[in-house]
């Protein structure tokens, strides 16, 4: 069965940077594109960025870029966000999220999500 | 960005109603809407894409309606898992975007 589980999340200070990871099975990875999907607590959903099935097409919200780097491994079938110049308002759980069609998707399976709480 | 508008924010209702959640969209999407359900502490789940066709595995009872602005999702008759909330996501333009949720909520 498809599987997404992240890890990397964490309390970082205002201005430091964090590396989320996205670990897939269960289907062919390299087939897909990988989003990330964010929700500040309490808050509802915001679509944060994309990586092509091969690497080569990156999208992203602009409330991160510039400042966040989206990208795959597929030897290791493992997705991962840079996120660097981190702001208060960046606190939130982070889903890795697989989409169900290229490239303008829904996401038809999730992770359990990581929380990334920036404060000082 | 399109602005998804999701009414009412809160439906309070008894198991065995009908639940109908609206979505409304800030220009045309065509049909390119989802609705997910997102149980608390549990991440979001797909039940529909395309404003009417169910996911895997999601059950009969819910369904999809709608195309260009208005996308109204229908739970024929509530079952105790489905009080949750609920959001719509287009697909149609950069950025994807989410409506705002609607919560239903045990009367």
């Known amino acids: 069965q498809v599987q997404l589980v992240e890890s990397g999340g964490g309390v970082v200070q205002p201005g430091r940077s964090l590396r989320l990871s996205c670990a897939a099975s269960?289907?062919?990875?390299?087939?897909?594109?990988i989003h990330w999907v964010r929700q500040a607590p309490g808050k509802g959903l915001e679509w944060v960025a994309v990586v092509s099935y091969d690497g080569s097409d990156k999208y992203y919200a602009d409330s991160v870029k510039g400042r966040f780097t989206i990208s795959r491994d597929n030897s290791k079938n493992t997705l991962y966000l840079q996120m660097n110049s981190l702001r208060g308002e960046d606190t939130a759980v982070y889903y890795c999220?697989?989409?169900?069609?290229?490239?303008?998707?829904?996401?038809?399976?999730w992770g359990p999500g990581t929380l990334v709480t920036v404060s000082s | 960005e399109i602005v998804l508008t999701q009414s009412p924010a809160t439906l309070s209702l008894s198991p065995g109603e009908r639940a109908t959640l609206s979505c409304r969209a800030s220009?045309?999407?065509?049909?390119?809407l989802a609705w997910y359900q997102q149980r608390p502490g549990q991440a979001p789940r797909l039940l529909i894409y395309?404003?009417?066709n169910r996911a895997t595995g999601i059950p009969a009872r819910f369904s999809g309606s709608g195309s260009g602005t208005d996308f109204t999702l229908t739970i024929s008759s509530l079952e105790p898992e489905d009080f949750a909330i609920y959001y719509c996501q287009q697909r149609s333009n950069w950025p994807l975007t989410f409506g705002g949720g609607t919560k239903v909520e045990i009367k």
């Open positions: 999220a697989k989409e169900r069609r290229w490239k303008l998707s829904d996401f038809d399976y």
């Open positions: 220009q045309s999407v065509s049909s390119y």
């Open positions: 395309d404003a009417s």
């Open positions: 269960g289907f062919i990875f390299s087939s897909y594109g």
